[in-house]
């Protein structure tokens, strides 16, 4: 049931950090070679860190809520590897929860450009850049928030993520018969930067209070916070052979949460 990826490429976005960053480990660590995209210059450092590994790996500076940024990412790709076989659409933000009536209209068109346009553009340059080769695997990412709403969380991000897994149900179907298949994964609360109370600023400010992570803990039956590499190793399975018929599916990672 060994997992090997050589001679295959994976592009994930949103990789300079967290999940992201554990999935281009997690593909390079089954053989894959990587393209790391983020809007952050320290995507650079991060691929570097992956060519460490023993694969090839290269960075591509991008805003996933422009389209041409994202058709010249996998064009890049191709022109790199020669190949697209595996995308984990990841990059997003985080919010906090206000009242609908005090969120800023500049705040929901900025979460639904990034959280949910972003998969869209990557999407769909993706999908003629598999065909190439006869298909492939596309890995979008929800979140919990995806598939229910939860106490004094943000609209605007619960919102664009249910958007991803209605987008990602309508591609698998639009697109099976040719070869692809595409799933969205929804991790549980997650330690990254996004979540982190003390996180300072940037783009994925936010964080969530301590509260809020405690509420997380206790209906959490696995009893811990989830880790990057949670996800990132789910992703790889599900782009793997051992998934080959699961389609159009979402996958919850969140240490049995949502169950309860
Ligand atoms: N951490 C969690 O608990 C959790 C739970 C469910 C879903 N998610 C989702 O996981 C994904 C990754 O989040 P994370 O927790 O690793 O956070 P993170 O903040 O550590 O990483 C997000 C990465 O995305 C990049 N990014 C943000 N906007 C971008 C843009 N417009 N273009 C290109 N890159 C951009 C950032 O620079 C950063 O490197 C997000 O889509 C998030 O919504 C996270």
Redo the contacts with the bound molecule.
């Keep these: 049931m060994q997992i090997d990826f050589s001679g295959k490429v994976a592009l994930v ?8 960053f554990a999935a281009a480990r997690a593909f390079a660590e089954a053989g894959a070679s990587v393209m790391l ?4 210059p320290a995507v650079a450092a991060s691929a570097e860190k992956i060519a460490a590994l023993g694969v090839e790996a290269c960075a591509f500076e ?4 422009d389209s041409d940024q994202c058709e010249s990412m996998v064009a890049k790709a191709l022109k790199q590897f020669g190949r697209l076989d595996f995308a984990f659409n ?5 919010s906090h929860y206000r009242p609908i009536s005090d969120v800023p209209d500049a705040d929901w068109r900025q979460m639904l450009d ?2 949910l346009s ?1 998969v869209f553009y990557c999407v769909k340059h993706q999908i003629p850049a598999m065909l190439r080769t006869g298909g492939g695997v596309i890995v979008n ?5 995806g598939t229910r709403a939860l106490p004094d969380t943000s609209v605007e991000y619960t919102a664009a ?1 249910h958007g991803v897994i209605g987008l990602t149900r309508q591609v698998a179907v639009n697109h099976g018969a040719e070869g692809i298949r595409c799933l969205a994964i ?5 330690d ?4 982190d109370p003390d996180s300072t600023g940037g ?2 400010a936010g964080g969530i209070p301590p509260t809020t992570r405690e509420w997380f803990l206790q209906r959490t039956p696995l009893a811990r916070i ?1 880790q ?1 590499e949670d996800i990132g190793r789910s992703v790889v399975l599900m782009c793997s052979e051992q998934a080959s018929f699961i389609n159009g599916s979402h996958l919850l990672v969140d240490g049995g949460l949502v169950q309860g």
Excluded: E, Y
Aim: glycine content about 18%; some cysteine; charged content about 10%.
């Design positions: 976005t949103g990789a300079a950090q967290g999940i992201g995209a983020d809007r952050s991008l805003d996933v809520a990841n990059a997003g933000i985080g990034i959280n972003g990412n929800s979140s919990v928030l993520k929804c991790p549980g609360l997650i990254t930067q996004l979540v783009i994925a989830g990057p």
